[in-house]
Every structure is written in C-alpha cells, then in structure tokens.
C-alpha cells in the first residue's frame, strides 16, 4: 500500500484563527481529518507533519518512508532554496498545495521557488487544494497522471 505524506510549514498549525478571509475557518485538525477520510476511499496510508521550522521539514523530507508528498510549505514556499532543494532531491511526486491563491496575492506571494522542483502546484482552492493535491499524488504513484 502506498504511503503518502502532507506536509504543513510555519503557521499552518494557526488555521481556524489566522486570517480566516485568506485561509478559511476550518482547523488543522478539521483538515487532517478531511485528508484521512479521504485517504481511506483511496486506499493509501496517510502521515501528517506540521512545524514552524525550516530544518525539520528538511529533515523529514530526507528521511520519510512515505512514497510521494503533498507540502503546503507556508511562506518559506516565498524564499526556500534549502527547502526547494530538499523536494528537488525527493525521489516520489511532491505536490504543492496552498489555500489561497497565491497567484493573486501581493507579489512576494506571486512567486513559488518550491514550484518548479515540485511535480505541481495547486493554489486558491481552500481545503480542496490539499484535497485535490491527495489525489493527484496518489494518481502519480499509481502511474495514472
Ligand atoms: C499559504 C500562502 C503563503 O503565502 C502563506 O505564507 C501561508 C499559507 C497558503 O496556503 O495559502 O502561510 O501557503
């Protein structure tokens, strides 16, 4: 069975209270357990990590068992070239996932240095972002995309 981890950067463990407008009123928790239903329909093992550090998602890049990735990598998705280094050197599919839309945010947010080492990104769709970022991972593992 395939294993696929998400992986949540800084700040990401304020959601429900940090500016709801932007990232919606739905908690981490209320997200992880969103990911989990929906990992059960399709028939892989889920593993979640969530830290305000730079290092540590470094690190469990490096070393996780987990066959492909969904990172939502908060603002170091801006300016991370160890973190960008750290998914280029990943062996599985990364998807990328953010909840707002980046793309129509002020211009620091316009720019992803984690995008192009990444299979893919998707971007303004809320909880659905992780959602979609799930499915398209497994689909990738399972050589359907
Ligand atoms: C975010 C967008 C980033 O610009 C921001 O720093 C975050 C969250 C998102 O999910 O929309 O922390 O990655």
């Known amino acids: 069975m395939h294993k696929v981890l998400v992986i949540h950067g800084p700040n990401l463990n304020r959601l429900g209270q940090r500016d709801p407008l932007q990232y919606g009123a739905g908690t981490l928790k209320e997200l992880e357990r969103s990911l989990l239903e929906l990992a059960v329909e399709l028939g892989v093992t889920l593993e979640t990590f969530q830290s305000n550090h730079e290092g540590k998602l470094i690190d469990i ?31 599985g599919p990364v998807v990328e996932a953010h909840l707002s839309n980046i793309h129509a945010r002020e211009p620091f947010r316009q720019q992803s240095v984690i995008a192009g080492a990444a299979k893919g990104q998707i971007s303004g769709l809320g909880f659905n972002s992780y959602l979609l970022a799930l499915r398209a991972v497994v689909a990738l593992l399972a050589e359907e995309l």
């Open 61 to 91: 890049i490096q070393t996780t068992d987990a066959h492909g990735i969904v990172i939502n990598p908060g603002a170091l998705t801006h300016y991370s070239y160890s973190l960008r280094d750290a998914v280029a050197d990943y062996p």
